[in-house]
């Protein structure tokens, strides 16, 4: 893996230097691009950040990137296969949404030991919740810019963030739920 997030980060154009966020979700309004946008404009010029995901908005949010004059630190990687490099490339996983139930790409960066930024909502409060990552309102673009700067700033805690976060997930895991459940039945018929 770790040669492979280089190759992310040299088709990125990336430097050393420049730190990575993605986030994983169709170009609707709902996903909330454009504040995403608004807080990388808010951000240092280090900080960089990866859209993976096709759907209506594509053209409108590539404009804004473009108006806010960040297009050279968005990148628009369209539909993509390869999303747990992607990952592991990233610094975190952010989404600014209105509305989630449980979000995938959430629990996806999470079991990856990625730490995510999210909205402070139903289904993302409850997976940033215990250290896995830091939240914000809706709309508040600000307050997205200070959980991207303060991750981009501080690789020790995003990195403490990121294993709480796989800690977290591991208590998802399916395979634990049936064991669980069979020690539970196991215990009743006793």
């Known amino acids: 893996l770790p040669i492979q997030t280089d190759q992310i980060r040299q088709q990125l154009s990336l430097k050393a230097s420049d730190v990575l966020f993605l986030m994983i979700a169709e170009f609707n309004l709902g996903k909330r691009h454009f504040d995403a946008l608004n807080a990388l404009a808010q951000t240092p010029s280090n900080v960089h950040l990866a859209f993976a995901g096709v759907g209506g908005l594509f053209d409108e949010v590539k404009n804004v990137a473009a108006q806010l004059g960040v297009e050279q630190r968005v990148h628009f990687l369209g539909f993509r296969r390869d999303i747990p490099i992607l990952v ?5 996983v ?3 949404s209105e509305r989630e139930g449980l979000p995938r790409s959430l629990l996806e960066a999470m079991s990856l030991s990625t730490p995510i930024i999210g909205t402070n909502i139903r289904g993302i409060a409850e997976l940033a919740a215990d250290n896995c990552g830091l939240l914000h309102e809706v709309g508040d673009s600000r307050g997205l ?8 700033e501080q690789p020790t805690l995003a990195q403490e963030m990121g294993q709480a976060a796989r800690q977290k997930v ?6 634990k739920i049936i064991e669980h459940h069979d ?7 006793a």
């Open 88 to 92: 592991r490339a990233s610094r975190a």
């Open 94 to 96: 952010m989404l600014p």
């Open 145 to 152: 810019a200070q959980a991207m700067t303060t991750l981009a």
């Open 170 to 175: 591991l208590a998802y895991d399916v395979q």
């Open 183 to 189: 020690k539970l039945y196991a215990e009743l018929l």
